[in-house]
């Protein structure tokens, strides 16, 4: 079980770090995705800092708007003029040129390349996740629905297989496996955590509380999910049918979105807090979506909905996706991390394949970003690259500036050759 950074207690090589460096913490870097567009007149900041005005779908932010950037204009010029839907989700992270037909050609994602280059400092080189299951077959566009289930890829034909049950994303942190699972993880390491508080400082021994207490909770709501994924296993099996082919809550998912979703959250908290792995995708919902809001009292699932972006009903749906960021970056934010916090580590990246769903304009993305990477990226800031040419607003040009800003010596990314000015 790893543990978060604790200012008492002296870890291998970290004062050897410390004198390589400015900032002797990891970065981190996760991506969570939102398909089928925003709101349009609800999705925008004016001024900044401490002033900065959030309108109606992003007040989720307000309490974190100095850890924010707001970005407008981005595009991603592959997604364009190739038609809807999966032609533009699949090279979201990547700004590759995708293939149609029945063999799936497209680009290595950011997350991946990072992972490659900077993933073996850590356990996990990183964790991709999900919330809704991937689709087969093929769109009218005669693109691969493989496209629009799949945001990270490890290379042009194969996506990063993604993990979309709770439980299993929580075993890889821990290392739950065969009988271990029937155990607490806490209770496994009780006498350890036990003596290490006792060598601890007083503050260290208030955050590592809060951390036992925090895996806890979340083990807690892990263990009611893995019933009800293992009697779907079984059900599966005496019916003959393929999980995948099996509707929530009978495929053993949360059969209420927002518990799947905050899960998911907590889990990619836990991984950067202990350092488990530095590099996270979550993939809120697929592109053209069945997921339903009852909740938020919208009628319609997630992609006819999208078909209604300035309705009231979109609206609530484009606010509770922005309240997913704001909830991950409040869970960061609050593990302190030397003089600041796990969250001024990182960077979170909250992107949208488009951004009317009715017109499936893609012309611009919604995108917003929160935590400084370490330092390197200014915030409490709206960005706006509307009036720019198409060369100096490409979606690939954001994640070059982060992969440079991480330590990674590249001067290509997709199809950008240079960083996002003024970023």
Sequence with gaps: MALPWLESIPVWGLEAASTNSENPFPQRFAVMFMACGVHPEHWWAK?????MELSKSLQPMEVHKEKLNVINGLFNKHATGVGIHPGQTGNILSGAALKKGSELYGGTSVDQILSKHLGNETALSSMVLGCEQPITGYHETNFSMAYSSHISWQNATSPVPMEIYPSLAFDSLFDNRGSLRNKSVLDRVKEQAESLSRQASVSDKHKLGEYLASVREVEKRIERMRAAQDKSVERAKSSG?????????????????????R????IIALAFQTDKTRFATLLLCRDISGLFYPFLD??????SSSHDDRSEDWQRVSHYYCSQL??????LDKMPEGEGTVLDNSLLVFVNNMWSGSKHDSSKVPLLTSGSLGGTIKTGRVLDYLDKSDDERKLCSLYLSVMNRMGLDADQFGDASSPLAGL
Excluded at 47 to 51: E, N, P, R, Y
Excluded at 241 to 261: F, Q, V, Y
Excluded at 263 to 266: E, R, V
């Design 47 to 51: 001024g900044a800092g401490s002033q």
């Design 241 to 261: 049918k393929s999980l995948a082919t099996m509707k929530r809550p009978d495929n053993g998912l949360p059969e209420d979105i927002r518990d799947h979703m």
């Design 263 to 266: 899960l998911m959250c907590d």
């Design 298 to 303: 919208v009628r319609k699932a997630h992609h």
């Design 326 to 331: 704001a909830y991950l970056t409040d869970r």
